[in-house]
């Protein structure tokens, strides 16, 4: 069910379908995304719109939808399933379409940035890209960055895993990430990340947890007295495509769809770089307590996690994504 973005969705692809009526030899792809502004994965997706322009020119042409226009993540999902849009900008709630995602919910299981970009540049993405195109036909263009996840809050520095106990916390709405976070004694809340500036100043949420560049983009850090720098989880962002208009599509301008979307990975990445340092400085100066952890603390209490995760991508792909990134 597309829910409460049901009607502004079906009337904006009522739009769509207008537009792409009576199509001629140009390609025409509707592109969609949940979030809008230096958000990573609008990020990532106007990039792309930008440089497949560039590249393809007449080729395509092209239509975007940001900022829910849509509906949210799990909405879109709906879209792009049903050829109703043909690209969409993806972070977490990917693990609605595919439960072997959710492996990026085990805590610290990369360590860096630099094990995370060659892991998804490497086996792991490819891995999951050949999952995801088996489980519901959808073909990955490219991997971008949303980078890893820190913890804010209004309730006190999370400085070891015992703080985290009756913290409800604002998560994606993927089972994994809620596995995880009840293991560490928290009560994690599913809520689209639009709602979620108005739940924390109103105290519906105590937390949430994102990267920086997120927190940035949609002003949780005016609402919120502390972040705690865990690094608990790293997110990519994965750019899909429906299969079937992918298929439709000559060698030539897949291609060019595959080259656009790397590039368009790599500028999230340097974004990512760049934001981190900065935006730290940022929230100090807005009034915001910044605490670190104890990573070993952390590390063991997380240990369970990753046989309850394990049950949800399967044990043989969480045993390889190990092996991968160890």
Do not use: C
């Not at 979030?35 to 007449?58: I, S």
């Not at 106990?165 to 809620?178: A, F, V, W």
């Not at 994102?210 to 850090?221: A, R």
């Amino acid at each position: 069910m597309l829910g409460k973005y049901k009607l502004a969705a079906l009337a904006a692809i009522g739009l769509v379908i207008g537009f792409t009526a009576g199509a001629d030899a140009q390609t025409r792809l509707r592109l969609a995304v949940e979030t809008t502004g230096r958000d990573p994965t609008n990020v990532m997706l106007g990039a792309f719109r930008d440089e497949l322009q560039a590249a393809a020119g007449d080729e395509v042409a092209i239509e975007y939808f940001e900022g829910g226009a849509l509906g949210d993540e799990n909405a879109l999902a709906e879209l792009i399933r049903a050829g109703q849009v043909e690209v969409v900008s993806m972070g977490s709630d990917i693990v609605a379409l595919d439960s072997k995602f959710a492996v990026f919910d085990m805590p610290f299981l990369l360590k860096d940035k630099a094990t995370a970009r060659a892991a998804m540049d490497g086996e792991l993405g490819t891995l999951l890209a050949e999952s995801l195109r088996e489980t519901v036909n959808l073909e990955v263009l490219g991997y971008g960055e949303l980078g890893f996840r820190v913890i804010s809050n209004n309730v006190k520095p999370i400085a070891k895993p015992e703080d985290l106990k009756g913290l409800k916390l604002r998560t994606p709405s993927n089972e994994g990430r809620i596995v995880a976070f009840s293991a560490l004694g928290a009560a994690p809340t599913p809520m689209p990340l639009g709602e979620a500036y108005v739940a924390l100043r109103q105290g519906a949420l105590d937390g949430q947890e994102n990267p920086l560049s997120v927190i940035k983009e949609f002003s949780l850090f005016e609402v919120q007295k502390y972040i705690s720098i865990t690094n608990h989880v790293y997110t990519p962002i994965i750019l899909t495509m429906n299969g079937s208009a992918w298929d439709a599509l000559s060698p030539e301008l897949q291609a060019k769809l595959k080259d656009a979307a790397r590039k368009a990975g790599e500028k999230t990445r340097q974004l990512s770089d760049e934001s981190d340092t900065k935006l730290i400085d940022e929230f100090k100066a807005a009034g915001v307590e910044i605490n670190t952890i104890d990573p070993a603390a952390f590390q063991a209490a997380a240990e369970p996690v990753a046989e309850k995760l394990a049950n949800i991508v399967t044990p043989e792909f969480m045993n390889k994504a190990l092996e991968i990134v160890k």
